[in-house]
Nanobody, 124 residues
């Protein structure tokens, strides 16, 4: 069973860059054929897929966030990261990393694995 754990600051000031790391265990970001994904859920709203990186290093972004989003990976530590620039209070959300079988993931399907999520609040 793949395990994922998000880490990063819980509070970010507006206009700054939000940076999160996902540490993967019991799985390999270079060998396992998942999309290593970032998904967020603002309070009172549904999940929003932000982007993903696959086992080969190909990166995919939600077009609505692409101009502010950067996803990368560190194969030596089996981690992948999210950076979201120029944040506003509207970026306040519960942020998840996940190993998903489909690319644009907003629901949890059998065989997908999600982290527990980390709350990020953007202060104005």
């Amino acid at each position: 069973q793949v395990r994922l754990q998000e880490s990063g600051p819980g509070l970010v000031k507006a206009s700054q860059t939000l940076s999160l790391t996902c540490t993967v265990s019991s799985g390999s970001i270079t060998a396992d054929l998942y999309y290593w994904s970032w998904i967020r859920q603002p309070p009172g709203k549904g999940p929003e897929w932000m982007g993903a990186i696959d086992h080969s290093g190909s990166i995919f972004y939600n077009p609505s966030l692409k101009s502010r989003t950067s996803i990368s990976r560190d194969t030596s530590t089996n981690q992948f990261t999210l950076q979201l620039g120029s944040v506003t209070p509207e970026d306040t959300a519960l942020y998840f990393c996940a190993a998903t079988q489909g690319l644009v993931a907003t629901e949890r399907y059998d065989g997908d694995y999600w982290g527990q999520g980390t709350q990020v609040t953007v202060s104005s």
